[in-house]
């Protein structure tokens, strides 16, 4: 069973809880996770900003923080956090809603947890690649910045 405990600390954005944490059902279940109790929080830029901190060493809010709690073969305790204010931001620039970016960020940070990475191109190219297969089940189709 995945469950999905879900927080919004935020008021810029109204939030579609039932399809963020379908989000991150669609990634675990599609990445072979069969059990998960996963912490999805929706915050604001300054809230992201401490964290991003704390946490990183970027003194700067940031679109997504995941941190894997504890992973074993078909099993994954993790946290997702994810920013409103830089979803809204970033959708402008992209030319779509900043739900469909919000959705983006959890798919995103569902993929880490998971243990895809972005630090190199082609792990990078394999994410995105993902990115698209599940934004895809919500006819979305993603853009990056530089594509823009």
Do not use: C
Request: hydrophobic letters at 45%; glycine letters at 6%; charged letters at 25%.
């Amino acid at each position: 069973m995945i469950q999905v405990d879900f927080r919004n600390e935020q008021t810029t954005l109204a939030i579609d809880a039932a399809q963020l944490r379908r989000a991150i059902e669609a990634v675990l279940s599609g990445e072979g996770v069969k059990a998960a109790e996963i912490s999805l929080a929706v915050i604001d830029d300054a809230a992201m900003h401490i964290l991003n901190r704390r946490y990183l060493n970027h003194d700067e809010p940031t679109d997504v923080l995941s941190f894997v709690l504890e992973a074993r073969p078909g099993y994954v305790e993790g946290e997702i956090i994810v920013s409103a204010d830089t979803a809204t931001s970033s959708a402008r620039r992209f030319g779509w809603s900043a739900e469909s970016e919000l959705l983006l960020y959890v798919i995103h940070g569902a993929l880490h947890l998971v243990g895809y990475d972005d630090l190199e191109p082609e792990a990078q190219a394999e994410m995105r690649q993902r990115e698209r297969a599940y934004l895809g089940q919500f006819g979305l189709t993603p853009r990056y910045a530089e594509e823009s």
